[in-house]
């Protein structure tokens, strides 16, 4: 039987979502018995980009030659794959999309006092694009598998579903409903700006004043922070309400629960949250999905 | 009959359901720490349980949906590209369906017209300009105009596809916008409407407010020539310092 070849590219991106399908331990073993990496850039030396099946494509479009291999990755590919947040929404590198090029390259480059003397641009560098594009924006994909970095689970059954497995039910949930801690009512709560006392266990963050993006992410990463006792950062990017309903927001879904458990106004949380949208939106502000949103001003509330 | 489903595994007990629901088909079983449906037959439909729910752990079946427009198509795609098998909403994709919404809301818009020009007679323009300007101050400002030829720009692509314009600017006080096609006009033409009426005022006071909110201006009609294929309007452009 011929091995089904993945070929996987690594754009504007942390290597995180590389080292997830490392992450896969001995399953890896197993999954190599049916499939051949002919391109993985963390793990083998390959500069071409040879013909694959199936295509991982992990970061965002930040340069230009992010671009140029992205175009590549798709003449290669028959099927290719939005993998990770970065490649999906744009994800932390996103921040770029608040600001202009020109003003990030001479802030770090002649502005910061430690820069060189001579205030010079790097050669031989490819050139910053203005801005941070998702994949989508610039190719058609086939699939997306958000996360950050993708459970291996969710991996390891996209790439089984692709070799022919029968297809297992997804969740479309969010992350509350992965989520083992209790959402109860109460009274008296103080809003909490981060993390500034010990949170109770087996009670939602929520209930407790403090900000927890659980129930506007989708559940990529079976709740791994919450139920740790971490609130939760929405790296996963946006739930499938958010995406698909324009009229509904990270930050007036977020204040509505709150004050609703707790009765903390909701004018306060809505502030705080846009105060800090660059925490708060982190994963998906260059997404179109948010910006796009009538109410969501984020270059406005970043101060710019 | 619509029948709502809860999945127990993934509640998470928060009663939010219970308080949202307007005819109160939720009540919350204390021992089990999760909401019953005891009213059923009492579900409109209006899906606010669903919206609020944190963990996403109600769905409703048999749930007739309205036609929606306001969906943004490409987000739709992105949505079902990330299962293959997602109940998604429902948006309207044949041309059909679009021709009766337009021709249905063409009929509501020339009603409301004349009701307007009935109760404020002649403060019509002036209703068309503020609400203009009032869309103008709330659409995204994700792409802010730097000048009156991008305003101008954002405006043809927020008035299609009910409405095809096409602005010719001469970058200082000159501009003629040609209407090409409006569907309201079509509309007229089959029931017989006289063009240049009620709701033509209102449409161009409309465009006036919106395109000069935009674009920092003020905008004075010199001439306008309703077609039967085409309108035109001849405007003179007052940019506010």
Redesign the interface.
């Known amino acids: 039987m011929m091995k089904t070849r993945i070929s996987t590219e690594w754009l504007s991106g942390c290597s995180g979502c590389h080292v997830a399908v490392v992450d896969l331990h001995e399953k890896l073993l197993n999954l190599l018995d049916d499939v051949e990496f002919v391109r993985i850039p963390v793990l083998m030396d390959e500069k071409g980009y040879p013909e694959a099946e199936v295509g991982l494509v992990e970061g965002a479009v930040r340069s230009e030659h992010d671009r140029k291999a992205l175009i590549r990755m798709r003449e290669t590919c028959k099927t290719l794959i939005a993998f990770g947040t970065c490649a999906?929404y744009g994800g932390p590198s996103g921040i770029g999309w608040l600001y202009e090029k020109d003003s990030i390259l001479n802030k770090i480059y002649k502005e910061t006092p430690t820069a060189a003397d001579d205030g010079k641009f790097p050669e031989g560098a490819p050139e910053l694009e203005q801005s941070v594009t998702p994949l989508?924006e610039v190719v058609d994909?086939?699939?997306?598998i958000?996360g950050c970095p993708p459970h291996p689970y969710y991996i390891a059954l996209a790439v089984n579903t692709l070799l022919g497995a029968s297809?297992l039910p997804?969740s479309?949930?969010?992350v509350?409903?992965?989520?083992n801690?209790?959402?109860?009512?109460r009274e008296g709560v103080k809003f909490q700006r981060g993390m500034s006392t010990a949170p109770e266990e087996d009670i939602?963050f929520?209930s407790q004043g403090v900000i927890c993006l659980?129930?506007v992410t989708?559940d990529r990463c079976q709740a791994q922070c919450p139920n740790k006792g971490i609130a939760c950062a929405g790296c996963a990017g946006p739930?499938?309400?958010i995406?698909?309903?324009?009229h509904?927001d990270i930050r007036t879904m977020i204040a509505?629960?709150m004050s609703?458990?707790t009765g903390i106004d909701r004018s306060e949380i809505q502030e705080y949250i846009e105060k800090e949208a660059k925490t708060f939106y982190s994963y998906a502000i260059s997404s179109?999905?948010i910006?796009?949103?009538?109410?969501?001003?984020i270059?406005?509330w970043a101060g710019n | 009959m619509i029948k709502i489903l809860i999945?127990e595994?993934?509640c998470?007990?928060?009663?939010?359901c219970v308080?949202?629901c307007p005819t109160d088909v939720f009540e919350f079983n204390e021992e089990k720490?999760i909401p019953e449906v005891v009213k059923e037959k009492e579900c409109f439909g209006c899906l606010s349980c669903s919206?609020?729910c944190?963990?996403?752990?109600i769905t409703h079946e048999d749930i007739i949906h309205s036609e929606d427009y306001?969906?943004?198509e490409?987000?739709?795609r992105?949505?079902s590209?990330?299962?293959?098998?997602?109940p998604?909403?429902n948006t309207p994709s044949d041309s059909a369906h679009k021709a009766a919404a337009l021709e249905d809301l063409g009929i509501r818009l020339l009603s409301m017209a004349s009701i307007f020009r009935q109760t404020l007679g002649g403060s019509l323009p002036a209703v068309g300009t503020m609400a203009g300007r009032t869309l103008a101050t709330?659409?995204?400002?994700?792409r802010v105009p730097q000048s009156m030829q991008e305003a101008l720009d954002i405006a043809v692509q927020q008035f299609t596809p009910a409405w095809d314009l096409e602005p010719e600017y001469d970058g200082g006080s000159k501009l003629s916008i040609k209407v090409k096609n409006c569907f309201v006009r079509e509309l007229c033409g089959e029931e017989g409407i006289e063009l240049g009426g009620d709701l033509c005022i209102l449409f161009y006071n409309y465009l006036a407010g919106y395109t000069g909110k935009l674009g920092n201006a003020r905008l004075k009609l010199l001439e306008s020539c309703p077609g039967p294929k085409e309108c035109k309007y001849e405007v003179e452009v007052f940019i506010r310092k």
Do not use: W
């Open positions: 999906v989508n994909i086939d699939f997306f958000p297809k997804i479309m949930k969010t509350c409903s992965a989520c801690r209790r959402m109860e009512k939602c929520l659980g129930s989708l739930s499938m309400d995406i698909t309903e324009p509904l509505k629960r609703m458990l179109p999905i910006y796009k949103k009538p109410t969501v001003e270059r406005e | 999945d595994d993934a998470v007990g928060c009663e939010l308080d949202e720490k919206e609020i944190p963990a996403d752990a306001y969906h943004d490409e987000n739709i992105l949505a590209k990330l299962a293959v098998d997602v998604l909403p709330q659409l995204p400002r994700y």
